[in-house]
């Protein structure tokens, strides 16, 4: 029997939520004795692949077909025939838009039990129990898994990164997809574009209406590259067109769980809070002492956000 780990990447790279997706799979595969097995799609280059042995996997089927691009159905269906092919019972995926939509089918076409924000590996000494991470971060609920095939989705930045000196097989696997589900035309993709892609940051710079107007970014987007961080920005922000809609964060945004994330400007309505309170390390800078965020904040600056970004930032470079 074996764990397949679903792998997503980008621009020919394995993302960092998958290498903690196959490192939690490495270790509930010890607990339960079972092999583990990743599948990846896209154009990435098997060198790249073979180094996800460095985090447990033994295996690695790769799937590069360009008509699965966008295709969520088809590669739902392509992730249950690899699941029969290596006779896997558990799938483990990161959370996360393209992970949610996958998980939700192919529980359903396999009729395995689903389990989504997952915060550490499963009790498995009295059933099959994981912990999960519920009301926006506020409260946590431990669930039980009875069915004997299961889908666990992983929170970002729950799961450390394993670091070994393995080298995984790197198999191609090009399964039968039924002309129906390639029949499905993806018009266009629109990605994120940046240096540090929002979803994947380690640490996140954001803005609220404190910048006053999007012609003051500059001060963000400088704290941001020293720190080599990605930008982000409140609910109102992106509103008014200051911002890209993408670097909403927030309960009807991204949400987000960075090691650190840094507030200038914002207030912190519960509504943002929604989507970073999962944060490692929070900082909020703001000239309101009485800002709510400073209630959620593990530091904080009061001060103008025009005076104290320059100055920090300027005393990041010099460290550097």
């Not at 990846?40 to 985090?55: C, T, W, Y």
Request: include cysteine.
């Amino acid at each position: 029997m074996a764990i397949l780990i679903f792998v997503e990447s980008a621009e020919g790279a394995v993302k960092k939520s998958s290498l903690e997706a196959i490192s939690y799979g490495t270790e509930l595969a010890k607990q339960l004795n079972k092999n583990v097995v990743a599948i990846a799609f896209g154009k990435v280059p098997d060198n790249e692949l073979a180094k996800l042995g460095n985090q447990g996997a033994q295996k690695v089927l790769a799937v590069d077909n360009d008509k699965l691009e966008g295709n969520i159905q088809a590669i739902s269906t392509v992730v249950s025939q690899a699941l029969e092919k290596e006779n896997a019972d558990i799938l483990i995926l990161s959370k996360s838009s393209l992970g949610d939509a996958v998980a939700a089918r192919v529980s359903a076409k396999i009729k395995a039990a689903l389990a989504s924000n997952v915060i550490s590996l499963p009790e498995v000494s009295n059933g099959f129990k994981v912990k999960r991470s519920i009301y926006t971060g506020k409260a946590f609920a431990v669930t039980e898994l009875k069915s004997p095939k299961k889908v666990i989705a992983i929170k970002k930045n729950a799961q450390p990164i394993l670091e070994g000196t393995g080298t995984a097989t790197v198999e191609k696997f090009a399964p039968a997809i039924s002309d129906s589900e390639l029949g499905i035309k993806v018009k266009s993709i629109d990605k994120a574009t940046g240096e540090v892609l929002l979803p994947e940051a380690e640490v996140v710079v954001s803005a609220g209406r404190g910048l006053k107007g999007p012609e003051n970014w500059g001060i963000v987007e400088d704290l941001a590259k020293a720190l080599g961080a990605a930008t982000a920005c409140s609910k109102p922000v992106s509103d008014l067109n200051w911002r890209p809609h993408h670097e909403h964060v927030g309960q009807t945004g991204l949400k987000i769980s960075p090691n650190l994330y840094i507030a200038l400007g914002i207030s912190g309505a519960i509504q943002h809070l929604a989507g970073v309170n999962s944060s490692k390390v929070i900082v909020a800078i703001n000239k309101d002492a009485e800002a709510p965020f400073f209630k959620a904040a593990d530091y904080g600056i009061v001060g103008d956000v025009f005076e104290v970004v320059p100055k920090l930032t300027e005393a990041i470079k010099k460290i550097k």
